[in-house]
């Protein structure tokens, strides 16, 4: 496995669920802060929710309470579990690792990017 590879998106209605995935190479997933981004045509990346190496996690504003992060440590295998979406949701999706372990939600502190998995919320 080398790298971090997205998958799970799509296209769903309004109100609609997605759960996002995304498989990390054990060198990446065993020392990092891992998060998800996004990035809707036209706009700047944006964090939309973090798990640092102790397990704790932060939202965005925008998505508290209804986007929900995990991991599945024996998968080396991280979650987005989406509901609730709004068509202000679609976006490409990015899984990211911060193998410096600082997180945040600010692009430039990751050093790993998957590829990016598309989703689209219809109204």
């Known amino acids: 496995q080398v790298g971090l590879v997205e998958s799970g998106g799509g296209s769903v209605q309004s109100g609609g669920s997605l759960r996002l995935s995304c498989v990390a190479s054990?060198?990446?997933?065993?020392?990092?802060?891992m998060a998800w981004f996004r990035q809707a045509p036209g706009k700047e990346r944006e964090g939309v929710a973090i798990?640092?190496?102790?397990?704790?996690?932060n939202y965005a504003d925008s998505v508290k309470g209804r986007f929900t992060i995990s991991q599945d440590n024996a998968k080396n295998t991280l979650f987005l579990q989406m509901n609730s979406l709004k068509p202000e949701d679609t976006a490409m999706y990015y899984c990211?690792?911060?193998?410096?372990?600082?997180?945040?939600?600010?692009?430039?502190?990751?050093?790993?990017w998957g590829q990016g998995t598309p989703v689209t919320v219809s109204s």
């Open positions: 990211a690792a911060d193998s410096r372990q600082i997180g945040g939600f600010w692009p430039r502190q990751y050093n790993y």
């Open positions: 798990i640092d190496v102790d397990g704790d996690t």
């Open positions: 054990e060198y990446i997933y065993s020392r990092s802060c």
